[in-house]
């Protein structure tokens, strides 16, 4: 599942002007749902040297999902936090933070997660914290079915956005974005994977600009500075 990350923050929390520059390796902390193909390009990307970003932490929110194997095969701390088990999702969200914080995790990553965040987050990570959501945001924020929407709205063109998580659903400074076009026959299913191509190639490229910290948040926007 790739669907749109809505977030339930504080408001008030905004992004001001800043440049994310780590010293040494990105530190990443991927939180996933459900088969975790966007997890498995950022584990793939980092094993050959494409960023200069390691995943050192997974965090799943339902158990016996793809996602947790991806990161368990990768040999990344991964554990689960389902929600029957907290009862309340700030409890279940403080104890995800504990964990990320645990494995010293410089930027969090919202890898198809499926639920709303508490505070917490966006208090311990703000400007810290990308996701992905399959449309061309600002078009069909705030769903876990933008793909549908598109097709069901006749939209001649869908794509893919990745963007910094703030206090406002699917609405934070854009990093990047990839157009795709709708094919008169398509179905939910072949847009959706077409997407899910260009999800991989602009979720890992994003983490690759921020690790080299070519990503500076001016406001509600995302500039891109040129290479050092």
């Known amino acids: 599942m790739s669907g749109g990350v809505q977030t339930e923050l504080r408001p008030g929390c905004t992004s001001d002007s800043s440049t994310f520059a780590p010293a040494g390796r990105l530190r990443l902390g991927v939180l996933v749902s459900a088969r ?14 494409q960023i200069p970003a390691d995943v050192v932490a997974v965090a799943c929110n339902h158990p016996h999902v793809m996602a947790i194997e991806r990161g368990r095969r990768a040999g990344v701390p991964t554990e689960v936090f389902p929600h029957e088990a ?45 996701a992905i959501h399959p449309s061309l945001l600002p078009a069909f924020a705030g769903t876990l079915h933008a793909q549908a929407d598109a097709l069901e709205h ?10 910094f998580v703030n206090d406002v659903p699917d609405g934070g400074p854009i990093i990047l974005q ?51």
């Not at 094919?183 to 994003?206: G, K, M, P």
């Open 36 to 49: 975790g193909s966007n997890l498995q390009a950022i584990l793939d990307a980092s094993a050959a040297g």
């Open 178 to 228: 990839r157009a795709v076009v709708v094919e008169e026959d398509d179905t939910v299913e072949s847009l959706s994977d077409r997407i899910l191509l260009d999800e991989h190639r602009i979720l890992t490229e994003a983490i690759g600009l921020i690790a080299t910290g070519r990503v500076k948040i001016d406001g509600r926007r995302c500039r891109i500075l040129a290479p050092k």
């Open 86 to 130: 907290y009862g309340k999702r700030a409890v279940r969200d403080a104890a995800i933070v504990d964990f990320l914080q645990k494995h010293q995790v410089d930027l969090v990553v919202l890898a198809g997660y499926d639920r709303f965040l508490a505070p917490i987050f966006l208090e311990t990570y703000q400007n810290k914290m990308i």
């Open 154 to 163: 006749g939209t001649k063109v869908s794509g893919c956005t990745v963007f």
